[in-house]
């Protein structure tokens, strides 16, 4: 009976070393991070700002904020003002609306040489000088440059330009 034994051992071993150990079970999956969708978020905001954005400029902001807006509102306000102590008056005023008017002023150089006065290249008198300034409907903006000049030249020149109330620099 011991070879029983011995048979039952070596079968139940021949058996162990017949089976393989079971493989280990595969490691999970790696997870995916899932995306939350930031992208397209951002995108429809903006797009929702952009939208706002137009709307106020189509519609001049409807007043909402201070100085926006064309004021056509319903309260008229109120002229119950109650005052304690002396009364006093005062004169109607008159107040008047000036608009501004964009004038372009031509620029000019004038050169005066020794004893001539050089525009645009062509030399002449004092006096065809300022009839050629006049000419200029908008108005001109002289700037007067010294090459050599005499001074009773170039004060001849300031003077004629302030006579005709021509604005200047001296360069």
Known sequence: MPNDRDDRRSSSERDERRRPAPPP?????????????????????????????????????????????????????????????????????????????????TAVEVTVKENSYVLNGNTMELDALIAELEKNENGVNVTIIDDNASLDAYNNLTAALDEKNIPYSKQ
């Open 25 to 105: 079970p595969p490691p999970p999956p790696p997870k995916k991070k899932k995306k939350s969708g930031g992208l397209a978020a951002i995108i429809i905001i903006l797009l929702l700002i952009i939208i706002i954005l137009l709307l106020f400029m189509h519609f001049g902001g409807s007043g909402l904020l201070p100085g926006i807006g064309n004021g056509t509102g319903t309260d008229t306000g109120s002229n119950n003002t109650a005052q304690t102590g002396t009364a006093e008056t005062t004169a109607p005023t008159e107040v008047s609306e000036t608009t501004a008017v964009e004038v372009k002023v």
